[in-house]
Structure formats: structure tokens, C-alpha cells
């Protein structure tokens, strides 16, 4: 059964980074196209960061360029957002998933995915 866990959310000033972790159990993870998506109170699911199987091209939506970063730690059998010079309009509750059909997330596309981790809390406040 793939399961994801995600941790590293938290509190955070405005201007602030954090890291967080989405371990794998169950699957190998780098066998997995795997994306980062948030979803803000009142707002619609969105792409954040994504990453495919092999090579692990990673893709981020025009909105998300530049100040988050993808990555994947094969040994781990996980994958890390870090996110930097964070807003206010970053706080969401940031989810990792997956489709395990694809080898890639098109458009990195909520629409795309089918196995949804249960996410973890990110607040950007002074």
C-alpha cells in the first residue's frame, strides 16, 4: 500500500525558509513521478513542485518558480520541498502525491494524481 508521511511544517516569519519531507513506506519512491501541492483555506488545490521517475526531472508551475526546490534522496526513500523568502500567501496545508500510472505529473496537475498524503500545516505570520 503506498503511504506518504509529510512533516516539517510549522510556524514561520515572513522572509523565513523551511524544508519538509515526504518519507515513503510501503514503494520505492524513486520509482514514483512524486509532487508537492498545497492548498490554501478557500482556495483550490495547486501544483507546488514536481519531480518524475529515473532521472527526476523536475517541473514547477510559473507561479512557483524560484523559490521552491524539489528534491529527491534515493537512500531515504524520500523527497524534500525547500521552500525560501517565504509570504504570508505561502501558508497552506502542503500535501505530497502521487499517480503511479505516470512517470511524470503533466503540468505538475492536481488533476494527474490519485494517492494523496494527509499533509502538513505550513503558516507564514509575524
Known amino acids: 500500500q503506498v503511504q506518504f508521511v509529510e512533516s516539517g511544517g510549522g510556524l514561520v516569519q515572513p522572509g523565513g525558509s523551511l524544508t519538509l519531507s515526504c518519507v515513503a513506506s510501503?514503494?520505492?519512491?524513486?520509482?514514483?513521478?512524486i509532487g508537492w501541492f498545497r492548498q490554501a483555506p478557500g482556495k483550490e488545490r495547486e501544483g507546488v513542485a514536481c519531480?518524475?521517475?529515473?532521472?527526476?526531472?523536475?517541473y514547477y508551475p510559473d507561479s512557483m518558480k524560484g523559490r521552491f526546490t524539489i528534491s529527491r534522496d534515493n537512500v531515504k526513500n524520500a523527497v524534500f520541498l525547500q521552500m525560501t523568502s517565504l509570504k504570508p500567501e505561502d501558508t497552506a496545508i502542503y500535501y505530497c502525491a502521487t499517480n503511479p500510472d505516470v512517470d511524470s505529473i503533466p503540468g505538475c496537475s492536481s488533476d494527474a494524481i490519485d494517492t494523496w498524503g494527509k499533509g502538513t500545516t505550513v503558516t507564514v505570520s509575524s
Open positions: 510501503g514503494f520505492v519512491l524513486e520509482y514514483y513521478a
Open positions: 519531480i518524475s521517475v529515473g532521472r527526476g526531472t523536475t
